[in-house]
């Protein structure tokens, strides 16, 4: 995004040379301040163009996709889901990380960092995209070097040709929902199988290892309630557990379906942010225990195999109803009724759109 000084993304939080960023970063504050130079200045859709490039390259979260659509909408820039997959869907996957690969944060800091990895995707940087130096991002990346290519790989031999986030659209998810194919097992970005739903995250642990579980090696996991409205504030619940049955025959991943976030160090192919969510009305809370699901990652859809009269003549059941939050006063009730779907960035629907740099008022 720009945001921070050229070099310092990702430095560990244990290495020393952040006690001298932080004052060059104060320093830096007050002079763009005096310049005038303000994070809305830097905040334009080139900026986003090139964070969305940063994220195919290392392989980065998929909250990535809900924090920068909220930034975005926050900034007044006109950033849509679609855009993950436009631009994110022709990077290659340059960084050998966790969950994707097998170093940590710090190993890719010491490979490079940042800088080297987006050095080698420099064509695909909007060049007019500024940091807070006030120059164009790409102006920075002169002289980055890659020191361990067991860590980042060049441009031309990428660890995968493709590695950006993937939104999936189908009668499961009409506003959409995204996956992470770096992290998905390849057997089953193709795949159709029987549902097996979990009404929460509370049924889910009670349930999962349960020996009597319907499930086999070609089930579909649906866990709902998780999204913003039904679980506020979007946790990362949503990392599902493979059953203890199927795990004791060597099974390690299964397809699995959200309406919440799950931690971005989590591995599988796991389809999350589906929007509108259960609680939204969303057809996820209309699927039941059976119900064929074809996931086509290729194709970016995600379907329930039924007719669209059949789902429309659907109701959620009283546990699915009964499983979602439903406060009848304070801050947590004006979170659900404003609280905008993970597809818009999960931010509350007044604080959209840029405020300027109006200064308050005197209080006394």
């Not at 991943?253 to 192919?269: E, K, Q």
Request: proline share 6%.
């Amino acid at each position: 995004l720009g945001l921070t000084l050229p070099g310092l993304a990702g430095t560990p939080a244990a290495d020393s040379r952040l006690l001298q960023a932080s004052h060059d970063s104060g320093r830096r504050i007050v002079e763009m301040v005096k310049e005038d130079l303000k994070p809305q200045d830097i905040l334009t859709f080139g900026a986003f163009t090139n964070a969305i490039v940063a994220l195919g390259a290392i392989g980065g979260s998929s909250n990535a996709v809900v924090h920068l659509l909220a930034i975005a909408g926050r900034a007044g820039v006109n950033l849509t889901l679609d855009d993950f997959d436009r631009i994110g869907s022709r990077i290659p996957l340059l960084v050998n990380l966790l969950p994707a690969g097998e170093h940590l944060m710090e190993d890719m800091f010491r490979a490079g960092g940042l800088r080297a990895v987006l050095a080698q995707v420099e064509k695909h940087l909007d060049r007019s995209a500024i940091n807070v130096m006030g120059k164009p991002l790409v102006d920075s990346l002169k002289g980055a070097e890659i020191f361990d290519a067991s860590v980042i790989a060049t441009y031309e031999k990428p660890l995968q040709p493709e590695a950006g986030i993937a939104v999936l659209r189908g009668n499961i998810a009409p506003d959409g929902a995204v996956i992470k194919p770096a992290a998905a097992s390849a057997r089953l970005l193709v795949h159709t199988g029987a549902a097996v739903v979990f009404e929460s995250i509370e049924d889910f642990h009670d349930r999962i290892d349960d020996p009597d579980l319907d499930v086999d090696e070609n089930s579909v996991l649906i866990l709902r309630g998780c999204g913003p409205k039904g679980y506020p504030g979007m946790p990362e619940v949503s990392n599902m557990a493979i059953p203890k049955k199927l795990l004791e025959k060597g099974i390690d991943d299964l397809v699995r379906i959200c309406d919440g976030r799950m931690s971005g160090t989590a591995f599988g192919t796991v389809v999350l942010h589906v929007s509108p969510e259960a609680a939204a009305g969303g057809p996820l809370a209309l699927i039941k225990n059976g119900d064929l699901i074809e996931l086509n990652v290729p194709a970016r859809t995600i379907n329930v195999k039924i007719s669209d009269a059949e789902l429309a003549a659907r109701t959620p059941s009283a546990a699915t109803m009964g499983s979602l939050a439903n406060p009848s006063r304070g801050w947590e009730r004006m979170y659900i009724d404003h609280v905008q779907q993970a597809h818009l960035g999960a931010d509350l629907d007044f604080l959209r759109g840029a405020s300027g740099s109006a200064t308050p008022r005197e209080s006394h």
